[in-house]
C-alpha cells in the first residue's frame, strides 16, 4: 500500500465534506428564493445560485424585460441576480408610485458588485452611496455647481462653446459625433476643472468617454459577478476581469484627483474642483472623494447631452418636417442677425418640446441608470419588498407605451405641447430618474440641450 493513501483518503473525505456542505447550502439558499419569490412581482423563474442570468436575452435586455412585463400582464417584474431580487418598473405611474411618492423609503442605492465593490466605490462614489449623510453632502456639493440656479452661471462656458461646435460642424459636418462629444466634454471640463477641450484625443476627453461607460456595469445578465459576488474574491488567473477592474478603477480616481488638485492650483477660472479642495481643508473631505465627484460631473454631463444630441440630428434627418418648423419658429423669433439665447426660451415653445421629445425618443438611461432601494420591507400593492432590494424603470417601455405616447416609434414633438396631456411629472418624460436620485446635472444638460 502507498504511503500517499492515508492522505489522499482524508482529502477526499475533506472534498467530500465540502461539496455536501456546499449542496445543502445551495438548496437552503434556493428555497429561501422560492419563498421570497411568492411575495414579490411576477417574472421568470429563477435557477439555481445564478438566478435568471442565462435567461436576460442581451445586448438589449430592456426588450426582453419589455416583453416578460406583457407574458406577466404586471408593470412591475421580478428578475433574480443571483438570490438578490431585482423589480424592474414598465409604465410611468407605477414607477411614479414608488419612486417619486415613497421618495423618504426608495432614496437609497443596493449593495452592487460591478458598479460599486468592483471598483472600491461603495462608500465614496455619490452615484451608489447608500441614503445618508455623506450621499446629502456630496448631493449638496453637486447641487452648488449644477443645481437649476447655479448652471446660470455656466452659460458663457456653453455659449462660447456652442459656437465653436456650429464651426466645427460647418468644416467637417462627416464628424459631427465628434464635433458634438468635443462640445460636452469642453463644458463640462471647464466647469469641473476651468480646463478647456480642444480635441478629443486629449486625455481628459479619453477618460470622459471611458467613465461613461461604466454605467452599463449595472445592466443584468451582462456580468456574471453581479449574481456571484463571491466572484471578486478569486485569485487573477481564475476570474482576471475583478482584479482588472480594481486596477482600472484605482488609476481612474488617481487621474481625476490630480487633475482636481491641478483645477484647483492652477486655473484661473472659478470651477467645482476649486469648491472641493476647499471643502476638503473644511471637512476632510477624501481624495477618493473628490475623484469620483469631479469624475461623475464629467461622465453623467457628458453622456446625456451628446447622446440626446445625437439622436436629435437623427431625428431631424428622418423627420424633416419638424426640423422645417424649428427652422422657422427660431427665425421668427430671433431673426437672422443674432444666434439664439436662452432669454428666447419661453418665446420658443416648439423648439422647448423638441429637446423634450429628444428625451424620450431615444433616451440614453434606457434602464433607467442606477438602481434605487428601499430603506426598509415596504409593501406595494400585494406584494412585499424586502430592504435593500434592486428597484429600477425600463424607461425604453416607459417612454414607448401607447397609453401615455401614442404611436411611441414617431418623433412627435406635439405631445409635449398638449398642456393636459396626463404624465405623473410635469417634465412628462422620465429621462432623469426618479425622487431624490434624480440626476444631479439635469439642470445643465437641459440648459446645454436648448
Not at 430592456?62 to 441576480?81: A, F, H, V
Not at 449644477?146 to 464628424?175: C, F, M, T, W, Y
Not at 445592466?219 to 486596477?247: H, V
Request: proline letters at 7%; hydrophobic letters at 40%; glycine letters at 6%.
Amino acid at each position: 500500500m502507498s504511503s500517499n493513501t492515508p492522505f489522499i483518503h482524508f482529502l477526499t473525505d475533506i472534498l467530500s465534506y465540502i461539496l455536501i456542505l456546499s449542496t445543502l447550502y445551495t438548496l437552503g439558499d434556493y428555497i429561501r428564493v422560492l419563498r421570497l419569490r411568492q411575495k414579490l412581482p411576477p417574472g421568470p423563474f429563477p435557477w439555481p445560485l445564478v438566478g435568471n442570468h442565462f435567461q436576460v436575452r442581451l445586448p438589449r435586455p430592456w426588450l426582453w424585460m419589455d416583453e416578460q412585463s406583457k407574458k406577466y400582464d404586471s408593470s412591475p417584474i421580478t428578475i433574480w441576480r443571483g438570490h438578490r431580487p431585482m423589480i424592474f418598473f414598465h409604465d410611468a405611474w407605477s414607477i411614479s408610485e414608488i419612486l417619486d411618492k415613497r421618495s423618504n423609503v426608495y432614496s437609497s442605492r443596493p449593495r452592487m458588485t460591478m458598479l460599486g465593490d468592483s471598483r472600491d466605490a461603495t462608500q465614496y462614489d455619490q452615484a451608489v452611496l447608500p441614503y445618508g449623510d455623506m450621499w446629502r453632502h456630496h448631493r449638496r456639493l453637486m447641487h452648488n455647481v449644477v443645481g437649476s440656479q447655479a448652471v446660470r452661471s455656466h452659460r458663457p462656458i456653453q455659449d462660447n462653446e456652442i459656437k465653436i461646435l456650429v464651426g466645427d460642424l460647418l468644416k467637417r459636418p462627416e464628424d459631427f459625433v465628434m464635433a458634438i462629444e468635443r462640445y460636452s466634454v469642453s463644458v463640462v471640463s471647464s466647469v469641473g476643472f476651468g480646463r478647456r477641450i480642444d480635441k478629443m484625443d486629449d486625455t481628459v476627453a479619453r477618460v470622459a468617454l471611458k467613465f461613461m461607460e461604466g454605467v452599463d456595469m449595472a445592466i443584468p445578465g451582462l456580468f456574471m459577478m453581479e449574481s456571484l459576488p463571491f466572484m471578486l474574491g478569486l485569485p487573477k488567473i481564475l476570474y482576471p476581469l475583478a482584479s482588472k477592474m480594481k486596477d482600472s478603477s484605482a488609476q481612474i480616481k488617481a487621474f481625476f484627483t490630480s487633475l482636481a488638485h491641478e483645477g484647483a492650483s492652477e486655473s484661473t477660472l472659478p470651477n467645482f474642483s476649486t469648491m472641493l479642495i476647499q471643502e476638503q481643508k473644511e471637512t476632510n473631505l477624501s481624495d477618493n472623494e473628490i475623484a469620483f465627484l469631479t469624475g461623475n460631473l464629467i461622465g453623467g454631463g457628458v453622456d446625456t447631452t451628446a447622446s440626446t444630441t445625437i439622436s436629435f440630428i437623427f431625428a431631424m434627418c428622418a423627420f424633416p418636417d419638424v426640423q422645417k418648423k424649428a427652422y422657422e419658429e427660431i427665425n421668427r423669433i430671433v431673426g437672422q442677425n443674432r444666434m439664439p439665447d436662452w432669454t428666447d426660451k419661453d418665446e420658443m415653445p416648439y423648439c422647448g418640446a423638441i429637446v423634450s421629445e429628444s428625451l424620450r425618443w431615444r433616451t440614453v438611461t434606457i434602464l433607467g441608470g442606477i438602481p434605487h432601494a428601499p430603506i426598509r420591507d415596504d409593501v406595494y400593492e400585494d406584494y412585499t419588498i424586502p430592504e435593500g432590494t434592486w428597484i429600477a424603470g425600463n424607461v425604453w417601455s416607459i417612454h414607448h407605451n401607447s397609453k401615455d405616447f401614442p404611436d411611441p416609434d414617431r418623433f412627435n414633438h406635439d405631445r409635449f405641447l398638449e398642456e393636459r396631456r396626463p404624465f405623473p411629472n410635469k417634465k412628462g418624460h422620465s429621462a432623469f430618474g426618479w425622487g431624490r436620485r434624480q440626476c444631479s446635472g439635469q439642470p445643465l444638460a437641459e440648459q446645454g440641450l436648448f
